[in-house]
């Protein structure tokens, strides 16, 4: 979408530059405007680095920083658009207006991707590896906008991600989102899920939003000249009472089940 008004957008730029410049033929309008549609993408992305500039380098907010999420937001639909990714929610009517802990299978790196560019009425963050804040550029902005790294190493540390992150959901009234396999799944065969993003939805006392992912393995062989069509699908709720008299186990195998029966019917 976004490139769509980039495009558009040169249209008035190329005809600015015949303006100035009367004298040119017909023909450069061929070079102008691809010229044009490139100028808008790099000032988007010299948006991004002065935006990040502005952001503090190592001090974490206590809360996330406004212009940090609608600058992911727009940044993510911008590379959707390069890539060629369509993606398409649906049942995001049934996604309380609650904070509530999302879970999906996973598949690719773009999964967090296309669910934070499809989901735009909540305010999304993602519990992500360590190694994603790593990413110059990247890590400012997620740490900014209230991500979390987890190390997976040190259960300790990870308890502590996890109690951060229910303290989150429960003053900010952010939604977390979660992918409980832990890994993506290189053959589409649902692995194990582990019990972590569940023990937050406990802490919380938060529903769980369960959800598929169809179709973001395909995008690496297809993009950027053959268009993906990405399906996300909420699937079901698991509401607070059940989560509340559940064990995190319990939890993790009924979600499991119903992806698992989801992406087989």
């Known amino acids: 979408m976004l490139n769509k008004i980039y495009l558009i957008s040169a249209i008035p730029l190329t005809v600015a530059v015949f303006l100035i410049f009367g004298e040119l033929s ?13 100028a808008m993408n790099l000032l988007h992305v010299l948006v991004i680095l002065a935006v990040w500039l502005c952001l503090p380098p190592k001090r974490t907010p206590k809360k996330p920083i406004p212009i940090c999420t609608g600058m992911i937001r727009v940044s993510l ?11 398409s929610l649906i049942g995001e009517e049934s996604i309380p207006d609650e904070p509530c802990v999302l879970v999906s299978n996973h598949l690719s790196d773009f ?23 790593k990413l110059p550029v990247v890590s400012r902005y997620l740490r ?7 190390d997976r190493s040190n259960a300790l540390r990870a308890a502590r991600t996890l109690q951060d992150a229910g303290k989150m959901m429960q003053s900010l009234g952010v939604n977390v ?22 023990v937050l939805a406990q802490r919380a006392e938060a529903p769980i939003v369960v959800l598929t992912t169809k179709g973001t393995e395909l995008v690496k062989k297809r993009a950027p000249f053959r268009r993906t069509k990405v399906e996300l699908k909420v699937i079901g709720l698991i509401d607070k009472e059940t989560v509340a008299r559940s064990t995190p186990t319990e939890l ?11 992406l087989q019917s």
Not at 144 to 150: D, H, S, T, Y
Not at 177 to 198: A, C, D, N, V
Not at 252 to 262: E, P, T, V
């Open 77 to 87: 639909e911008w590379i959707c658009s390069w890539v060629n990714i369509k993606v």
């Open 111 to 133: 999964d967090p991707l296309t669910l934070l560019a499809a989901v735009k009425t909540r305010p999304v963050v993602y519990i992500c590896k360590k190694e994603v804040f």
């Open 177 to 198: 989102g979660i992918y409980p396999e832990g890994m993506r799944s290189r053959t589409g065969k649902l692995l194990r899920f582990k019990e972590g993003g569940f």
């Open 144 to 150: 900014c906008a209230g991500f979390l790294p987890i």
């Open 26 to 38: 017909h023909w450069w309008a061929f070079l102008v405007y691809p010229l044009a549609f490139l």
């Open 252 to 262: 993790a195998n009924l979600a499991h089940q119903m992806i698992g029966d989801a």
